[in-house]
Every structure is written in C-alpha cells, then in structure tokens.
C-alpha cells in the first residue's frame, strides 16, 4: 500500500526558512514524478513543484521559483522541499503527491500525504 | 499557462438528483484532465482520470466526458457522502493547473 507522510512543518517569519520532508512507502520513488501541492487556507489547490522520475527534471510554478527547491534521497525514500526567503502568501497546507500513471501515459495523482501546514507570519 | 475555468463554484442539491460540473481550459489539452473530491478536512482523492476513466475504488455513479477544452463530471445520485469541493486539474503542460473548485452541498 502506498504511504506518504509530510513532517517538517511549522510558524517561521517572514524571510525564513523550513524544510518540509515527505516519507514514501510501498514503491520507489525513482519509479514516479514526484510533486509538492499547497492548499492556502480556504482557498483552492496550487501546483508548486515536480520532480521527474529520473530526478534529472524539475519544475517550478513562477511563484516560488528561486525559493524553494524540490528534492529527493532514493535511499531513504524521501522527498524533500527546502523553502527560503518565505513570505506570508506562503501559508498553506503542502500536500505531498505521487504521479498517478498507466501504462500508456500519466494523468493527475492518486496518492496524497495528510499534508504539512506552513505559517508565515510576524 | 493553461487556465482551468469551473463552474459552477458551489451548488446545492437533494440526495438522489443528478448534478455536473463543467471544467474549460483556455487551450486544447486532449484528455489530460484528472478529477478530484475533497472532503471537509481531508486531503484530495483522485476521482477520474483520462477525461473519463474511473479510478479504483471509485463509485459507479461518477462519470467524468469531454475532451479538448470542456470537460465534465456528473455524479448520478447524489449521496450524503459525495459533499465535498471537485476540483478539475489538467496534466497536459507545466505548469500544472487546477481549477478553482466547485463546492457540492446537499439540499
């Protein structure tokens, strides 16, 4: 059974920094894309980052580009979302999210984590 | 970018009636169009995938069509489970968009 499990989350002030980490069981994470999605309060879901399944690709939504920087460790079966230089639109709940792929192409994902909340505020 | 357009952004319905959600994209992204239920509280589940197919485990009363631009889901008989907020995403280019969610009520 696939598991994802965030940890790492917290209050930092603005211009911090927090790891966010992603523990992944019951498949590999060099098998998937990896993705990182936020849910600011009340509001709608946000795509923030991917990872490719080589771990040669990743992408960036224009918003955190430059501040947050979206990674991996094979070994421990972990992703990761190092975030600095936060703002308080940064708040949110981040989900984090495996590819969800047949065996002719991917669509959308179908494993979420329970989601790790981030404050920024003064 | 590729903007995902929902609507209705909630509606209210009885238990047994039929209710669609319509999703427009603002350019051609074939069948790379995903839907997802969120419960109160809860993290998103992957509903349909493909446009129109149903992901595992997934009641026989969702059905999910289109292709293109537009795009639907259509919940059968509306049960007491089903209310949530449907969110539509399209997988066809970076950066990956979603809509802005379509919160389902019962009546």
């Known amino acids: 059974e696939v598991q994802l499990v965030e940890s790492g989350g917290g209050f930092v002030q603005p211009g911090g920094s927090l790891r966010l980490s992603c523990s992944a069981s019951g498949f590999t994470l060099s098998t998937y894309a990896m993705t990182w999605v936020r849910q600011a309060p009340r509001r709608g879901l946000e795509w923030v980052a991917t990872?490719?399944?080589?771990?040669?690709?990743?992408f960036y939504a224009d918003s955190v580009k430059g501040r947050l920087t979206i990674s991996r460790d094979i070994p421990k079966s972990t992703l990761y979302l190092q975030m600095t230089s936060l703002r308080a639109e940064d708040t949110a709940m981040y989900y984090c999210?495996?590819?969800?792929?047949?065996?002719?192409?991917?669509?959308?994902?179908?494993?979420w984590g329970q989601g790790a909340q981030v404050t920024v505020s003064s | 970018d590729i903007q995902m357009t929902q609507s209705p952004s909630s509606l209210s319905s009885s238990v047994g009636d039929r209710v669609t959600i319509t999703c427009r994209a603002s350019q051609n992204i074939s069948n790379y169009l995903s839907w997802y239920q969120q419960r109160p509280g809860e993290a998103p589940k992957l509903l349909i995938f493909?446009?129109?197919s149903l992901h595992s485990a997934v009641p026989s009363r969702f059905s999910g069509g289109g292709s293109g631009t537009d795009f639907t889901v259509t919940i059968n008989s509306l049960q007491p489970e089903d209310v949530a907020t449907y969110y539509c995403?399209?997988?066809?280019?970076?950066?990956?968009?979603f809509g802005g969610g379509t919160k389902v009520e019962i009546k």
């Open positions: 990872i490719s399944s080589s771990g040669g690709a990743t």
């Open positions: 493909a446009a129109a």
């Open positions: 995403q399209q997988h066809y280019r970076n950066p990956l968009t």
């Open positions: 999210v495996k590819e969800f792929c047949t065996r002719t192409s991917c669509y959308g994902f179908d494993s």
